[in-house]
């Protein structure tokens, strides 16, 4: 009985990670989700929360670091439970940075005292979409251990990249047709470029997700 007790514990702590992990990601989702909706509607205040926000990302990775150090030090795990512990780390680790980039366009827009009358694309916003929705399919390989769905993040990834490329020539373009959106162009070029990194970093939960459920690296 003791020793059926011990593998239950070990089981739960392994569970535990990964729970704690994906309710980290959903925050962070959320964050960005509100953070590109800032583009649409200007609230201060909204952005203000965000960026505070991040303080509660910080600490929840580091509540993973930690449970991932005891078991690794009490447990001793081997083979796919080790590879398990190590990838969960590492994702815990890209979600935190993912947060942090999320903060940052809040950041950006907490600059901004309005947005001009003359700005009418919303090529920026919809880049921040599909970011937001190839971050939620990475988190979503994750919970499911689907290589299925990490192998579409990447693909989406390159689509993300060239919309990236687009949207800083249009803006570019915005630029030198009136000179009263420089500013404000010039803070949304600094939103598309952390946008592009959440994307990026999309793409690394992926590929450990891919190793995880494979035990290959790609």
Same mark, same amino acid.
């Given at each position: ?12 702590? *392994?569970?535990?990670? #990964? ?16 953070? /590109?909706n !800032?583009?649409?509607?200007?609230d ?10 991040? =303080? ?7 509540e993973?670091?930690?449970l991932?150090t ?11 439970? *080790?590879?398990?512990? !190590?990838?969960?780390?590492? /994702? ?8 942090d ?11 901004v ?5 003359s ?22 390989s994750? =919970?499911?251990?689907?290589? #299925? /769905? ?7 990834d ?11 020539? &249009? ?7 009136d ?9 949304? !070029? ?5 946008? &592009?990194r ?5 793409k690394?939960?992926? #590929? ?11």
């Amino acid at each position: 009985m003791r020793e059926q007790h011990i593998v239950t514990t070990y089981d739960e702590d *392994l569970d535990k990670i #990964k729970s704690d992990l994906f309710k980290m990601a959903l925050i962070v989702e959320k964050q960005i989700y509100d953070s /590109i909706n !800032l583009i649409k509607i200007l609230d201060i205040k909204k952005a203000k929360e965000i960026i505070k926000s991040d =303080d509660k990302i910080d600490k929840k990775e580091k509540e993973i670091r930690n449970l991932a150090t005891n078991i690794l030090t009490k447990r001793q795990p081997l083979a796919d439970d *080790l590879r398990k512990i !190590l990838i969960a780390l590492k /994702i815990s680790g890209t979600i935190e940075r993912i947060a942090d980039h999320a903060a940052n366009i809040a950041g950006r827009m907490s600059y901004v005292n309005n947005i001009p009358d003359s700005y009418l694309t919303d090529s920026i916003f919809h880049l921040g979409s599909l970011v937001l929705a190839n971050y939620a399919k990475a988190i979503s390989s994750y =919970d499911k251990d689907s290589s #299925k /769905i990490a192998k579409v993040v990447p693909n989406l990834d390159r689509e993300i990249n060239s919309i990236y490329e687009t949207c800083f020539r &249009e803006h570019l373009h915005i630029m030198m047709e009136d000179r009263e959106t420089i500013g404000f162009c010039t803070q949304m !070029l600094f939103i598309a470029k952390e946008l &592009e990194r959440i994307g990026d970093l999309s793409k690394v939960i992926s #590929k450990e997700v891919l190793y995880n459920v494979e035990g290959v690296l790609k």
